[in-house]
């Protein structure tokens, strides 16, 4: 299970931090992605953070690379999204999502969404 | 980047009748392809990955097809619940994952 928090309203250029807490597995071993909705639009990747037994490195989508950051804290089965200089663009539900397997990396669980609001 | 393109935009169909989807890849995925269901306001489930191993709990009447360029998931027996947006994913070549634009299906 996956559990989003942290959406809401922010203005252009500000910053807002998601949290995703996962549960229900060895969160250890868990790469976890974030998939975004623009209202009324289709999917679009933003963001995966893999295990750190897998080196916990990150990968972006280009429209978020440098302003948008991954991180994790093993020690309360949580990741984290930091969203900086923030555009109307962003405007979506955010997902985050379990990696299912190395074989097959697509996306097994997710959470119900946060959503975010960019607006003056 | 891979471009994933799906069609048709929206379906129309009866309930008790078959659906067909069709996913095509800007070039070759090999079976890395995944089908995703999302009903409104609901998070996507996934359906069906490795092109045509079926999720979960996923029922029979959802079976995935195709290799390389060319995917279809097909419906069979449409109930009320299965009308929905279909996506599918590419992980072949990632990053980017790359998602298609959907496919509404709605009842005729």
């Not at chain 1, 549960?23 to 009324?40: E, I, K, M, N």
């Not at chain 1, 900086?84 to 539900?93: C, F, M, P, Q, R």
């Amino acid at each position: 299970q996956l559990e989003e928090s942290g959406g809401g309203l922010v203005k252009p250029g500000g910053s807002l931090r998601l949290s995703c807490v996962v549960s229900g597995l060895t969160f250890t071993d868990a790469w976890v992605t974030w998939v975004r909705q623009a209202p009324g639009k289709g999917l679009e990747w933003v963001g995966l953070i893999k295990s750190q037994g897998a080196g916990g490195t990150t990968d972006y989508a280009a429209p978020v690379n440098g302003r948008f950051a991954l991180s994790r804290d093993d020690s309360i089965d949580t990741v984290y999204l930091q969203m900086n200089s923030l555009k109307s663009e962003d405007t979506a539900v955010y997902y985050c999502a379990h990696v299912s397997s190395m074989l097959h990396p697509c996306f097994g669980t997710w959470g119900q969404g946060t959503r975010v609001t960019v607006s003056p | 980047e891979i471009v994933m393109t799906q069609s048709p935009v929206t379906l129309s169909v009866s309930p008790g009748e078959k659906a067909t989807l069709s996913c095509r890849a800007s070039q070759s995925v090999s079976s890395n392809l995944a089908w995703y269901q999302q009903k409104p306001g609901q998070a996507p489930r996934l359906l069906i990955y490795g092109a045509s191993i079926r999720a979960t709990g996923v029922p029979a009447t959802f079976s995935g097809s195709g290799s390389g360029t060319e995917f279809t998931l097909t419906i069979s027996s449409l109930q009320s619940e299965d009308f929905a947006v279909y996506y599918c994913q590419q992980y072949n070549n990632w990053p980017p994952y790359t998602f298609g634009q959907g496919t509404k299906l709605q009842i005729k």
